[in-house]
Every structure is written in C-alpha cells, then in structure tokens.
C-alpha cells in the first residue's frame, strides 16, 4: 500500500466526470487500498478515486470505524435535511456551511463487484452525498452557503 498525494481545488481532474468500473482488477484493488491508507493518514471521513487523480467511480467512506468501498455508487432515495460544516481533503484547512439530506439510502458495489445498499443518517449521509457528488466533478464548495472558514487540520474533512 501507499499513500498517494491528493489533489488539490484547482487542479482540473476535480471537475471530470468519472466512469463507471466494469470489472475489478489487481491495480484496482491496490487503487482501493492506498485510497483507504491516504483517507486514513489524512484524518479524512471519505475520499475519491478524483481526488488522487483517477477518474473512476469509486469511494471510500469511514465515519465511525466502518469502511465502505463504494464502487459505482448511486443514491437512490434521500430525504431530511442538515445543515452543517463539511470540509474536504482537496481543501485542506478549511470548511463551510452546507445542506445535505440527513438520511441517504444507496447502491454500490464493494470489492468482489457484489452490489450492496447501505443506508446513512448525519454524518454518514453527508459523507456519501459528498464523495457521489465528487464523481460528478463537483465539489462542496460549489453549494456551501457563506464564506469558508478556517478549521484545525484534524478535524473531519470529506
Ligand atoms: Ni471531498
């Protein structure tokens, strides 16, 4: 495994749409595994295949100690609100307001391509709103309502 470097806001691979994986492969599983271990290094709560730099449709998100590799996720009901502070690892140092669904229900498909649902509240589903939106090329400070501020560098960072 190996820490691969983030990219950063600015850089134009953020802003692709990515594609769709067919059939997971050996350089795909060690993709997967470095993503974990730079999320992890970062002290971030979800990362995407974009944010180092291949456009793939695949994330990782773990909030609290379960880590789900989402591969061609897709959100297939949320509902509620919560409004709230959201960073991300391509913008290190800093966060803003945004509103997400409070609860998020979606498909992928992990490791072995077996399609599973997961469902999330708070933080959760903004975490899985966030990284989709990331394979769309958008990014939370494309919606956050007021400036950006500061934040610590170990607080939570999608
Ligand atoms: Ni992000």
Do not use: F
Request: aromatic share 6%; charged share 35%.
């Amino acid at each position: 495994m190996a820490i691969r470097n983030i990219r950063k806001i600015g850089d134009d691979i953020l802003r692709k749409k990515c594609r769709e994986v067919k059939e997971m492969t050996p350089k795909l599983q060690e993709l997967i595994d470095d993503m974990y271990e730079t999320m992890y290094e970062a002290m971030g709560v979800g990362l995407a295949a974009p944010q180092v730099g291949v456009l793939k449709r695949i994330v990782v998100i773990d909030v609290d100690g379960t880590p789900y590799t989402m591969i061609n996720p897709r959100i297939l009901e949320s509902r509620d609100t919560q409004k709230g502070g959201e960073g991300c690892l391509s913008l290190p140092g800093k966060a803003g307001v945004v509103t997400r669904p409070n609860y998020v229900r979606a498909e992928a498909w992990n490791e072995k391509m077996e399609r599973y649902e997961v469902e999330g509240t708070e933080l959760l589903a903004r975490a899985i709103a966030h990284e989709v939106e990331h394979l769309e090329g958008v990014l939370y400070v494309d919606h956050v309502e007021g400036e950006l501020y500061d934040v610590e560098a170990d607080e939570e960072d999608e």
